[in-house]
């Protein structure tokens, strides 16, 4: 059964690059048909916000409202998935959470992991 | 993009009756191979969101049957038979058929 396991630095300073990882388990990075890895996070107290995906075919999507500030990337040796995010604000402290999607299985999210951008 | 719109946002239930949010969304969630791609998480409290259904009305695993999803094109329905006290959180509906995937605003269920 597929495991997401996201994992990150928990607090990171203003203006520096958020770095985070998903841990895949249970399953391949890869499989054949249509598939893509999704980062999506959650500001406390408020809801849930799609930051962007990377696809079975390398596209990526991210969303406008990150402007350029997303890199989204697979890594098949480790068999991760790394969402990173620059000039990180007091706006980007969130649980981040990485999840899977095919085109008929039911998704598979991580529990995520917390962030705090602070000085 | 597509708009997710949620109701009620808040939702009072006595235990053993039962409970509907609806959500409704800007443009037809129907993909050409016949499924709708809107998905419905609880996010209990104090936990990350967890996967009820998929697909607009099919079950994940281990979630209890008295949940239900229903619904097509831009209307979708999410039904508890009987509302249980294990069932209190935060209730989203998410699209996932166009980017950028959105969610509704979410639909706070507690206990009556």
């Known amino acids: 059964q597929l495991q997401l396991q996201e994992s990150g630095p928990g607090l990171v300073n203003p203006s520096e690059t958020l770095s985070l990882i998903c841990d895949v388990s249970?399953?391949?990075?890869?499989?054949?048909?249509?598939?893509?890895w999704a980062w999506i996070r959650q500001p406390p107290g408020k809801g849930l916000e799609w930051i962007g995906s990377i696809y079975h075919d390398g596209t990526i999507h991210h969303n406008p409202s990150f402007k350029s500030r997303v890199a989204i990337s697979v890594d098949t040796s480790n068999n991760q998935v790394s969402l990173q995010l620059s000039s990180v604000s007091a706006a980007d402290t969130a649980l981040y959470l990485c999840?899977?999607?095919?085109?008929?299985?039911?998704?598979?999210w991580g529990r995520g992991t917390r962030v705090t951008v602070s000085s | 993009d597509i708009v997710m719109t949620q109701s009620p946002v808040s939702l009072s239930v006595t235990p053993g009756e039962p409970a509907s949010i609806s959500c409704r969304s800007s443009q037809s969630l129907l993909f050409s191979n016949g499924y709708h791609y809107l998905d419905w998480y609880l996010q209990k409290p104090g936990q990350s969101p967890q996967l009820l259904i998929y697909?607009?009305?099919n079950r994940a695993s281990g979630v209890p049957d008295r949940f239900s999803g229903s619904g097509s094109g831009t209307d979708f329905t999410l039904k508890i038979n009987t509302m249980e006290a294990e069932d209190v959180g935060v209730y989203y509906c998410?699209?996932?058929?166009?980017?950028?995937?959105?969610f509704g605003g979410g639909t706070k269920v507690d206990i009556k």
């Open positions: 249970g399953g391949s990075l890869t499989s054949s048909g249509f598939y893509y």
């Open positions: 999840s899977k999607r095919t085109l008929l299985q039911p998704p598979v």
């Open positions: 998410m699209q996932a058929l166009h980017n950028p995937l959105t």
């Open positions: 697909l607009g009305s």
